[in-house]
Structure formats: C-alpha cells, structure tokens
C-alpha cells in the first residue's frame, strides 16, 4: 500500500518496539527529543567555548538540564492530556468494535480533535440506527422482519406476571405468485404495502406485526381474552384484505388465508416454534381453499413434515433415474381391442419402492418440478410409442397427462413438437390430457394453448370429467376430441342412481358435441355392460388391465389383433 507522506514519521516510531504499541509514546519521545537535544548541543557548546572551570561548567550545565527536565515533565505532561481526544476517540470505537456500546464523546469543542470526536460519536449513532433499522425491518413496508416479531413477542411475554396465551395468526397472501406476475414489480410492491397498511389498522395496540416475507405478514395477538376473540380477528383481517385495493388506477381484488396457533410462550426458542406451527396450519387453509383462517394441530403437522421429506428427496428424483412409466390400456368397448395406451408415472423410490403419482404429484405441481418430470413423461412415452410401431406392432395412441403448471408455460407448444419431433412420432399417435379445472383459470389462453395444440395433429381428451366446476358454458369453446367420464361416477354407475345419472348426462353431452368417450376406473362386468348399452366407446380400468411397465405392455399390444376377451396384465 502507498504510504500517505504525513505518516512517514508516524511508521518510521512505529518500527521501535518501546514505540510500537502507544501513540502517547511516540509523541512523549520526539518532545522530549525535540526539547533536549538542541538544547543540551548548544548548552555543552557554550560552555566549552568560554573557559569556565570544570566546576562552573558543570555547575552551568546541571542547572540548565535541570531547568530543561523540569520544563520537559511539564510540556509531556501538558501533551498527554492534549492527546486525550484521540485516545478517547480510539478506546470509543474499540468499545463499540467489541461490545457494541455506544459512545459517550464531547460534542462541544470545535478543533480538530473536538470534531474527532463529536464526529466519531454521531457517525457511530447513525451507524447504529442503520443497523438496527436494516436488521430489524422490512424496507418495503416498514413493519418490523421476523427477528423483531420474535423479539418483541418473546420480551411482551416474559415481562408479564401471569402465564400467559397468547394467538400467533400467520396471514398468506392466496396465490401471490399469480397476482404479482400479471402485475408490474412497481405495482406489486405497493400492493403489499397497501395490505400493510390495512392490516395496521386491523390489530390492536398491543398486538404486534410483522412483515416475514414477500405474501406472509404475522400478527401476535398477546392477552388472548377468548378464543373467539382470535376467530373475530381473523375474520375480520380476511374481510378487510378482500376489499379491492385501488392501486395506480387499477382495481385488485386478492384474498388471503390464515393459519393459527394459541400457546403459552416458553423460551426464546419457542417463539420460532410458534411461527412454525403457524406456518402449517396457514398450509392447511390453503389448502382449503381461499379466504380461510385454520387452527394448528399436532396431527397436521405430523403429514406436513411426511410432505417435507417427500418433497426433499423428489429434488433430483429423476436426474437419479427414479422415474418410471406405467402405461394402462383403453379398449374399444365393441371390438374390445387396444385403442390407446395412458401414460402413467411411478418413482421408483429406493426405500419406500413404488410411490403413487396421487402422492408425489401435488408436491411436484406445488414446487415446479412437474415441469421437468411431466416433459420426460412426454418424451419417454413418445419414444416407447414409436419404438412399438417400429417393432411391427398396430399403431396406437398414446395418452399423456399434462399438468396446470405446464400449461401454463408459454413454450408448451414448441416443447410438444420438438418432442415429436426428436421421437419421431406422428402427432396422430398422441393424446393430451388436460382437467377442466385448469383451463377455466384463463379461459382465452386455454383455448388459444389448445387450438395450437390440435393445429399440430393431436388429440386433446377431458380428464376426469364430471369433477371440475361446470363448464358446460364453456366446453364448446375448448377444442377437445375426448370426454373421460371420472372413475367416481363410473365406480357407482350399477348401484347408485345419480352416478348412473351423471354418467348417461355426459356420454349423451359427448354425443351432442361430436366428442369421443371414455370411461374411466371400469372394475366389473356390469359396469362395462351397463357403459356399452349406453354407447360410450371407450374404457380404462382395472377389468381391462392394470398400469404396468412397457414390457408386461409389449405383450398385450402383441395379441391386440385378435378380439381381447380379458385383458389382465
Ligand atoms: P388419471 O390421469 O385420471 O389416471 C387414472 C388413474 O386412475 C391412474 O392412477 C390409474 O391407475 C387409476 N385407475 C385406472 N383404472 C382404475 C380402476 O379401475 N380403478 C381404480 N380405483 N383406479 C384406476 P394413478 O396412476 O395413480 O394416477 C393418478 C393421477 O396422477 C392420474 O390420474 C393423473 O392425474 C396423475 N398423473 C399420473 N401420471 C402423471 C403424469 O405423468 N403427469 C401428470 N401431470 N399427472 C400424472
Ligand atoms: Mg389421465
Ligand atoms: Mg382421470
């Protein structure tokens, strides 16, 4: 490093190991160097160049060191307190480097050293201030972060008398993701502050509130007179945000949810304890539905660390090669031939072995990883379609389920027929699976996904139909070849007469619409009877043939020329 000119000096005393370690040393030396030398030199001068005798010249010369010493003492003395505002000032900024306290400097002088220190002093407050202010509060919406919440919380509790309860309410914003990516970042950030606001004006004067990240704000409700003081809270915050909020001109309508949990507090530990709890009945409400507020138990909590751990080892899942494909065979019901297969997917779990999509699925949706499993479901069953055509065998089609979250993605399209186009498979030879439910979010992209679609050649079917919110408004709209009637009907066709209902309402819709039919979940003889009386064409089910890997699948498709009485994998 260049050395700045002013501190030659101050290094070169630095490099003397008495001088080493004290500012107070350095300048007591070069004073008293600086005082004695010319001094004592000009003094034995004079004194050897007038021709005194031994006596007077040593006489002359005590006096004079004498004189000199005692004005030296003096001068040092002087200079150790002038040097004060600096020791002061250094000892000062070690305090606060260690121990974090705050320094107590005169502010009063205006010299240097005087605004050494008063400047030191201020900066070290405002430095303070910043740190506390950064560490303890969000800077989008000014409330206090998770670490002052807990703080507060857990200092409001140990201050009291009595034991007392006290209601942690977690509040989510419902599917903030969505809402903020139609919104701009501007826009979404003063929402949040807009909720912040609202919610403010909600809580009482001892309640505390807190930021905790993007979509989540926490409340702790202390002195809990009732639990249906906490119920009325609740509801009142979930009415408040469903107000429309008026931001830049634009009217917003959002929802949230509330999970909440009442304790009595322990230690400082058990504060995050809470939180956590919170946080798992705020996962329930969700999954409720909107607008709901839920209470924490031990049993929900129980599931959710089962989902965590779930969710853990599903990262990497199909890098590990864990993911396998099951195809189940949908038979004409008049020829009773194969007419397609559905492509069904398994991981293949080292410990717990085969793990049901119903249980990995929703957790894949949740975290996005659907998207990379569902196109390798895509691309495997594409490969395994044309890899049966090449070995001589009938062509079918073959049906893959697509989820919300790929739908979604605006490349779906262009992934679909690169995939087709890598396994070189006829489009003619595929068949997407999409659910109402999730084509009626965003209608307009929905039908303009699915024209896209059907313009490459292949065929769009309904799953599980008969489940979603009615969308016989709608259905017309939605280019689709293909109704599945959902196995809940289909299970109770023979013993229950809505079912039967139902299911004849839907083959006759189908009908009316052109559209082809399928039955799903067909276990016995009187349901596939009952379905081919009715005129539904096709069907999927345990009767037929379970879901099983490709190679139990080669077998069957091999004797699908012939009429298939019974087709049991
Ligand atoms: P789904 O698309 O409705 O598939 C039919 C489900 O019904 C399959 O369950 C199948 O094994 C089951 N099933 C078929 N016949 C019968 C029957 O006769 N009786 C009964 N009780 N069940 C029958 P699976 O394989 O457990 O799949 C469950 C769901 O997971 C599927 O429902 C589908 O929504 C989803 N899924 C499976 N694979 C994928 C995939 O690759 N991507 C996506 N996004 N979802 C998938
Ligand atoms: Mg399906
Ligand atoms: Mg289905």
């Not at 996005?368 to 594409?382: D, F, H, K, M, Y």
């Not at 779906?412 to 995939?419: G, R």
Request: aromatic share 8%; with cysteine; charged share 20%.
């Amino acid at each position: 490093m260049k050395l700045n000119r002013n501190l030659y000096l101050y290094s070169f005393l630095a490099k003397f190991s008495l001088l080493k370690k004290s500012y107070t040393a350095k300048i007591m030396s070069v004073a008293f160097l600086g005082t004695h030398v010319p001094l004592l030199t000009l003094l034995f001068c004079f004194v050897t160049s007038n021709s005194y005798s031994w006596e007077m010249a040593i006489r002359v010369l005590l006096i004079a060191l004498l004189a000199t010493l005692t004005g030296t003492a003096a001068t040092l003395y002087a200079l150790h307190y002038l040097l004060a505002p600096v020791i002061l000032t250094s000892a000062a900024l070690q305090d606060y480097l260690h121990t974090k306290k705050l320094p107590e400097l005169p502010t009063e002088y205006a010299d240097e050293a005087g605004t050494l220190m008063a400047d030191t002093a201020q900066t070290l407050h405002k430095l303070d201030e910043l740190i506390h202010q950064i560490s303890n509060y969000d800077n989008l919406t000014g409330l206090p972060n998770r670490d002052l919440f807990c703080d507060r919380l857990y200092q409001n509790i140990s201050q009291s008398q009595n034991q007392q309860m006290v209601a942690v309410l977690l509040l989510g914003i419902d599917d903030f993701t969505g809402i903020s990516h139609g919104l701009e970042h501007e826009k979404s950030n003063l929402l949040l502050r807009s909720v912040a606001q609202r919610l403010t004006n909600c809580i009482g004067q001892t309640d505390i509130l807190a930021h905790l990240s993007q979509d989540e704000f926490a409340i702790a409700h202390i002195d809990i007179l009732s639990f249906e003081s906490v119920i009325k809270l609740s509801q009142l915050l979930l009415s408040t945000i469903s107000k429309p909020f008026f931001i830049d001109g634009q009217q917003i309508h959002i929802t949230a949810s509330i999970g909440i949990t009442i304790n009595h507090i322990g230690d400082r530990h058990y504060v995050d304890q809470l939180l956590q709890q919170a946080h798992i009945a705020l996962y329930q409400a969700k999954q409720q539905g909107r607008s709901q507020y839920r209470f924490y138990s031990p049993e929900i909590n129980a599931r959710l660390q089962e989902r965590l751990t779930i969710e853990n080892e599903l990262r990497g899942a199909l890098e590990r090669g864990e993911m396998v494909v099951y195809y189940q065979p949908l038979i004409d019901l008049q020829t009773r031939q194969i007419t397609a297969l559905e492509a069904l997917v398994r991981w293949q779990h080292p410990t717990r072995g085969l793990v049901s999509p119903a249980q990995f699925i929703p957790i894949a949706e949740d975290n996005g990883l659907i998207i990379s499993i569902g196109e390798w479901v895509l691309r495997t069953a594409c490969a395994q379609n044309r890899a049966w055509q090449l070995a001589g065998i009938e062509p079918i089609r073959m049906s893959v389920n697509l989820s919300a979250r790929q739908f979604e993605k605006p490349n779906l399209v262009e992934v679909v027929k690169q995939v087709l186009q890598e396994t070189d498979l006829a489009a003619s030879y595929l068949e997407l699976e999409v659910t109402e439910s999730f084509l009626m979010g965003d209608i307009q992209h929905s039908v303009k996904t699915l024209k896209q679609l059907r313009e490459l050649g292949l065929w769009i079917a309904l799953d599980d139909f008969g489940t979603g919110y009615s969308s016989l408004n709608y259905l017309n709209r939605f280019p689709v070849n293909m109704l599945k009637i959902d196995r809940s009907f289909v299970q109770n066709v023979t013993s229950n007469s809505d079912s039967a209902a139902v299911t004849d309402a839907i083959i006759a819709l189908a009908k009316s619409l052109q559209l082809k039919i399928t039955a799903e979940g067909v276990e016995t003889q009187e349901q596939l009877e009952y379905l081919q009386q009715r005129g539904c064409q096709e069907g999927q089910g345990f009767y037929f043939g379970i879901p099983a890997p490709a190679d139990k699948i080669t077998d069957l498709l091999k004797h699908n020329s012939r009429q298939l009485e019974h087709i049991v994998a």
